[in-house]
Nanobody
Framework: QVQLVESGGGLVQPGGSLRLSCAAP????????MGWYRRAPGKQRELVAA???????NYADSVLARFTISRDNAKNTVYLQMNSLKPEDTAVYYC??????????????WGQGTQVTVSS
């Protein structure tokens, strides 16, 4: 079982910033797409941002220009820099690592989740 270790959540005021980190085993980090998902109370889990092994990024419309995903291959860590936070960003944030093989088999691993609360 692959373990993804998240950190960086917490309570922040509207307009503030947080940075989430997710450390992954070196055996998978360099070849997996890394992503951040979130689940708000009463809502389905949604993709926030993702970054491929080659560095191509993808963002949910709701976080464009506010959040930035990046990866440090030397540290096997993916980051989510969250700026201009809004109360609607409040959710449990989950790190994800996934890869689809040439044969179509999908590997999919999840972190334990970290709470982000945006409130005054």
């Amino acid at each position: 079982q692959v373990q993804l270790v998240e950190s960086g959540g917490g309570l922040v005021q509207p307009g503030g910033s947080l940075r989430l980190s997710c450390a992954a085993p070196g055996s998978i980090f360099s070849i997996y797409t890394m992503g951040w998902y979130r689940r708000a109370p009463g809502k389905q889990r949604e993709l926030v941002a993702a970054i491929t092994a080659g560095g191509v990024t993808n963002y949910a419309d709701s976080v464009l220009a506010r959040f930035t995903i990046s990866r440090d291959n030397a540290k096997n860590t993916v980051y989510l820099q969250m700026n201009s936070l809004k109360p609607e960003d409040t959710a449990v944030y989950y790190c994800n690592a996934n890869r689809v093989t040439a044969g179509g088999y999908k590997y999919d691993f999840w972190g334990q989740g970290t709470q982000v609360t945006v409130s005054s």
